[in-house]
């Protein structure tokens, strides 16, 4: 037996309708300026998903390298490990991405094995692509067991069940199965290491299957990565020490409600932050003459990407001459700053694109969807 899916009471059923009002909200955005959703919030997006990933399991690294990485950079201020460990979930996610509207790929024992063997590659001694081969236990940096996964003998049928447990709860709300997964797969705690990161892509893999949104706007990754500590809370609530699926898990949906609300909430910030920003820039370009192509790598600035001569030049199909030029007229304009030397140079914000994109800025927070629901006795996050 495995966690099975719970039943959702009307306090949930609200929130739920928030979240799908909110979810619309974003796809007007994504339709009205499609340019922007597939190119820097696209990329923005994804990075924070895979640095936010990492995180959770010790591999640090800040938001300009997660994008160098995810665009097959090798960040000089990052460590090896952590370089190889995102490059893993990176590989993982973007095959994710790439079968979620094939209706010929089917989630199964070998899928969930191919998956961590892209992650976990890195390092052999972690068995990528195989089920562990002994007891498992979660463990505090002092040493403290506070979770046992089930025994080893019984991991094969426990996956078996999760397989068919995903499918067949169709009926059920994308979010709810999303969910479970997630569940199960940190609790069986199937493989030696990385069993945190494969649950949360088997959520995200859940949810862009269903067709609920973009598939990079679905997973709430960057959101779990933001609150860690709450994120570990929940499972410790959920799991008691042990595997022991009578545990309820209606409190675990709907800190995962209350997950995709506030990472929902925070997209549609961003889109409206970097609106105001593009319009500042635009209005540049056009009123000193600027080539159009140059918009872009101003926005990725304001974001606080690096920019390097040889992706700015392959994005535009310019040569490397002419992409120099561009850079160069951009650093007398004040807008970038140049950062080292010859093959290392790269390009930064100046201080007067930052304060553009600061007095973007929206203070605002996300709320808790539960109490906007108006269930202000239900609190969904530890």
């Known amino acids: 037996m495995i966690y099975q899916v719970p039943t959702l009471e009307q306090a949930d059923y609200a929130a739920l309708g928030l979240i799908y009002k909110q979810r619309a909200e974003l796809q007007y955005l994504i339709n009205q300026n499609p340019v922007r959703w597939t190119g820097s919030l696209r990329r923005n997006t994804f990075a924070r998903a895979v640095q936010g990933s990492n995180s959770i399991e010790g591999y640090n690294a800040n938001l300009a390298d997660a994008v160098e990485i995810i665009d097959d950079g090798k960040p000089e201020t990052v460590e090896a490990e952590t370089i190889k460990a995102l490059v893993g979930y990176r590989t993982a996610m973007t095959y994710i991405l790439q079968i979620h509207d094939d209706p010929h790929s089917d989630i199964n024992r070998q899928l969930l094995r191919s998956l961590h063997y892209m992650m976990m590659s890195y390092d052999m001694t972690k068995l990528p692509g195989q089920w562990r081969r002994g007891p498992i236990y979660v463990v505090k940096e002092d040493g403290e067991r506070v979770y046992e996964g089930p025994g080893v003998d019984l991991v094969p049928a426990l996956i078996d069940e999760l397989i068919e447990q995903m499918k067949a709860s169709s009926e059920t709300d994308a979010m709810v199965?999303?969910?479970?997964?997630?569940?199960?797969?940190?609790?069986?705690?199937?493989?030696?290491?990385?069993?945190?990161?494969?649950?949360?892509?088997?959520?995200?893999?859940?949810?862009?299957?269903?067709?609920?949104?973009?598939?990079?706007?679905?997973?709430?990754?960057?959101?779990?990565?933001?609150?860690?500590?709450?994120?570990?809370?929940?499972?410790?609530?959920?799991?008691?020490?042990?595997?022991?699926?009578?545990?309820?898990?209606?409190?675990?949906?709907?800190?995962?409600?209350?997950?995709?609300?506030?990472?929902?909430?925070?997209?549609?910030?961003?889109?409206?932050?970097?609106?105001?920003?593009?319009?500042?820039?635009?209005?540049?370009?056009?009123?000193?003459?600027?080539?159009?192509?140059?918009?872009?790598?101003?926005?990725?600035?304001?974001?606080?990407y690096r920019i390097r001569?040889?992706?700015?030049?392959?994005?535009?199909?310019?040569?490397?001459?002419?992409?120099?030029?561009?850079?160069?007229?951009?650093?007398?304009?004040?807008?970038?700053?140049?950062?080292?030397?010859?093959?290392?140079?790269?390009?930064?914000?100046?201080?007067?694109?930052?304060?553009?994109?600061?007095?973007?800025?929206?203070?605002?927070?996300?709320?808790?969807?539960?109490?906007?629901?108006?269930?202000?006795?239900?609190?969904?996050a530890p």
């Not at 040569?319 to 850079?327: I, M, Q, T």
């Open 177 to 304: 199965r999303g969910a479970i997964a997630h569940l199960n797969l940190a609790m069986i705690h199937p493989f030696k290491d990385g069993n945190g990161r494969m649950a949360r892509a088997l959520q995200t893999l859940l949810l862009t299957k269903d067709g609920i949104l973009s598939p990079i706007y679905s997973s709430i990754e960057e959101w779990l990565g933001r609150n860690t500590k709450s994120y570990y809370e929940i499972l410790a609530q959920t799991g008691k020490g042990k595997w022991n699926p009578t545990n309820p898990a209606l409190p675990w949906v709907r800190f995962c409600f209350h997950a995709h609300y506030q990472q929902g909430a925070t997209l549609i910030k961003r889109n409206n932050e970097i609106g105001r920003v593009w319009e500042q820039v635009s209005e540049i370009i056009r009123k000193s003459g600027l080539p159009e192509r140059a918009e872009s790598a101003l926005i990725d600035a304001a974001l606080g």
């Open 309 to 380: 001569n040889n992706r700015y030049r392959t994005e535009s199909k310019i040569s490397e001459v002419v992409a120099s030029r561009d850079l160069k007229r951009l650093c007398e304009m004040e807008l970038l700053l140049p950062v080292g030397e010859k093959r290392g140079r790269f390009y930064v914000a100046s201080e007067k694109l930052k304060k553009m994109q600061l007095a973007a800025r929206e203070n605002s927070k996300p709320g808790n969807v539960y109490e906007l629901a108006g269930a202000k006795e239900i609190n969904p």
